[in-house]
């Protein structure tokens, strides 16, 4: 079983690697040069963008899914899971299905209706279930858990098929909030991601938005007066979200803010009963920022009861910033 997602779940590389995950790109265009999600450099990226560069993005062609599939199959895959941006945000998963129709093994495509992370997670509890046995979880602080792979013995339970591993991922990004603290909504409306009235009316006045998403759709969930009182409001929600949860998994996205991202990833995990079971602290893709521009903080809660968990290792105890 092959887990394939594409760039805009903006998932860390080393996780990619440990739950052998296939990232098919995005494109993106600055200034009229196309490249792929991933090839522009971070510093780059956000110089384009605050020199108010034309940016624009657009969904893989199917053959670029039909190459990943093949792939898959050359490196013995019997079935396919593909997990990918809402569609009602981009044609990505229009293309997975086109290219999936052609594949000579079963592909599940899903449709997660969601994001970066939100995304993210669900590609990688599809992965986390094709491949491995629940680890009872050590509760506490910050933990560990390891994953052991499955092994087939007298007796034991078959192993999921594409349909139950499509499932697992579809619960998973049903399941996650997603909220997005921006600077500005004129790069969503310029990309027709958010309409023009909303993003006007909070450009005069001077508002901080607070994104999510709404069946698969980009909306204002409010609009706080100061940055600071929106990156408050931002965590408040985190907070209520992970508590609601009897364990979640925590993502922290940022551009080109850090430190600013760590900080609130800690206090999270600090304010929420030892409910935070994985944390990931990663950069947004040039997808997702040009979309929203400078100044993006973002925040994904999702559900973690059962199944495994890897906690971020930049966020361990020999790492993890201090509090008094």
Request: glycine letters at 8%; proline letters at 6%.
């Amino acid at each position: 079983m092959v887990v394939v997602t594409d760039s805009t779940a903006c998932l860390p590389p080393d996780l990619v690697r440990a739950h052998h995950v296939r990232v098919v790109p995005l494109d993106v265009v600055v200034d009229g040069v196309r490249s792929l999600d991933g090839e522009l450099a971070p510093t780059d990226l956000l110089a384009a963008l605050r020199r108010g560069a034309r940016m624009s993005t657009s969904q893989p062609p199917p053959a670029a899914f039909a190459a990943a599939y093949a792939r898959a199959v050359d490196d013995g895959a019997t079935a396919i899971v593909s997990v990918h941006l809402s569609g009602a945000l981009s044609g990505t998963v229009a293309a997975a299905r086109a290219a999936a129709a052609d594949c000579p093994v079963p592909v599940e495509v899903v449709d997660s209706g969601s994001a970066a992370m939100g995304l993210g997670f669900a590609a990688l509890a599809a992965a986390r279930f094709a491949e491995a046995v629940p680890v009872p979880a050590r509760r506490g602080r910050w933990h560990r858990l390891r994953l052991r792979r499955r092994r087939s013995a007298p007796g034991a339970a078959p192993a999921p098929t594409a349909a139950d591993v499509a499932a697992v991922a579809g619960r998973t990004a049903q399941d996650a909030s997603v909220w997005f603290l921006v600077d500005s909504l004129d790069h969503l409306r310029r990309g027709g991601r958010l309409s023009a009235a909303s993003a006007v009316l909070g450009t005069l006045l001077a508002l901080h938005p607070l994104l999510t998403l709404t069946a698969g759709r980009l909306t204002v969930a409010t609009k706080v007066r100061t940055r600071r009182a929106a990156r408050q409001r931002l965590e408040q929600l985190a907070v209520d979200a992970v508590l609601a949860r009897g364990a979640a998994r925590v993502a922290v996205h940022h551009l080109d803010q850090e430190a600013a991202a760590r900080e609130l990833a800690e206090s999270i995990v600090d304010r929420t009963q030892g409910r935070v079971v994985e944390v990931v602290v990663a950069p947004a893709g040039a997808v997702l920022a040009a979309h929203v521009g400078p100044g993006l903080l973002a925040v994904v809660v999702s559900g973690a009861t059962g199944g495994t968990s890897a906690v971020d290792d930049e966020l361990d105890p020999s790492s993890a910033p201090a509090h008094d």
